[in-house]
């Protein structure tokens, strides 16, 4: 980092790369078995007459229809290893009453979890080399005590996170910095976390970065181990070359990070509200493009996003044309690579 380099106070849209609209990326391309479960999972949920179980008004919302996206039901028949349709219909049920219940859509407000925000313990900001999107922890700016709110505050993040994921990307980077002393969250509430990422949030983890691990972390970390997915597991590195190793490139990575090169300061009032309106654009975008797009159960988010993105393009001014979306899944025989699809659960119970 150069002397002159300017200070960053704001988190940035998703980098601006080349796509296709009609050629689907790999997650999108199935077996004919993975079709098959894809499509009964589909036709399941969308049924004129489904409603969810065991609850007082089973009629899906406009938002839970928009969370059900195509690649929604990938992810979690990803999480059941393809083992049956049924398997995956019982764990989203389980997930769309969860976020009922914990209160995705209503509770969990950006007013609710500013108080966790203050401090900058937790900030959204850049993008890996895989463009995800990097959400960096510093346990030693808790502000805090101990309560829901601060796992409200973890799960208002991730659903910005997939709000701040360009086209074809589905999973996050989570970077975590011990390079000062910070109280450990209790184990109860650190399992709390990890089960509701394992449990609502699969194939979200793309890869888990932790620097300047202290003795004491380190032993935490190995007594939460027996607790993570093993699937998740490899996604954990410890002091990793970031920029050596080509995972972030220099000016997307916070200085503070080894070889990292970009000047973010945390001034929550220079950073809170641009955030929120930046996420609260993108999402309302990816809505307006969802409702031309049928408004229903299975629309995939490849288009969706493809078609938000061109039409802004078009908007400003910029080259590009309203996207041509609406392809079919195809059925595309390729062998599936079981470390790639398991994107799921986050290994980090200091999400705190």
């Not at 993975?34 to 089973?58: A, I, M, R, S, T």
């Not at 839970?64 to 690649?71: G, Y």
């Not at 950006?110 to 895989?130: F, N």
Request: proline fraction near 6%; charge should be negative; include cysteine.
């Amino acid at each position: 980092m150069t002397a002159d380099t300017e200070k960053i106070y704001e988190a940035s849209p998703p980098p601006d790369i080349p796509f296709d609209p009609a050629a689907l990326p790999s997650n999108l391309q199935l077996t004919d078995v993975q079709q098959k479960l894809f499509d009964d999972v589909l036709k399941y949920f969308d049924k004129e007459d489904y409603v969810l179980p065991d609850v007082e008004n089973g009629t899906l919302t406009e938002e839970e229809k928009f969370w059900l996206s195509a690649e929604c039901l990938l992810r979690f028949l990803r999480a059941v290893k393809w083992a049956s349709a049924q398997a995956a219909i019982k764990r989203l049920e389980g997930t769309l009453k969860w976020r009922r219940e914990f209160g995705v859509y209503d509770v969990i407000t950006a007013s609710h979890v500013e108080p966790e925000a203050l401090t900058g313990k937790m900030v959204l900001w850049g993008y890996d080399t895989d463009n995800r999107p990097a959400l960096y922890l510093r346990p030693s700016r808790q502000n805090t005590e101990e309560s829901i709110r601060q796992v409200h505050f973890v799960v208002w993040a991730l659903e910005r996170l997939t709000e701040l994921m360009g086209p074809g990307v589905e999973t996050l980077a989570l970077m975590v910095n011990f390079a000062d002393r910070a109280k450990n969250p209790s184990l109860t509430q650190s399992r709390l976390v990890l089960n509701i990422l394992q449990t609502h949030y699969p194939e979200r983890l793309g890869r888990a970065l932790v620097t300047n691990v202290p003795f004491l972390v380190n032993a935490f970390f190995k007594f939460i181990t027996p607790f993570i997915d093993p699937l998740t597991r490899p996604k954990l590195r410890f002091n990793p070359d970031c920029t050596g190793e080509g995972l972030f490139a220099p000016g997307q990575l916070l200085a503070e990070w080894e070889g990292g090169q970009a000047d973010f300061e945390y001034v929550h009032e220079r950073y809170w509200e641009p955030l929120v309106r930046l996420c609260a654009e993108r999402r309302e975008k990816m809505w307006v493009a969802w409702r031309e797009l049928g408004a229903k159960v299975g629309v995939r988010e490849w288009d969706v996003k493809c078609k938000a993105e061109l039409e802004a393009k078009a908007k400003e001014g910029e080259e590009g044309t309203k996207a041509t979306v609406g392809t079919p899944i195809t059925d595309v025989a390729a062998e599936e690579n079981e470390a790639e699809t398991q994107n799921g659960e986050a290994a980090a119970a200091v999400a705190l």
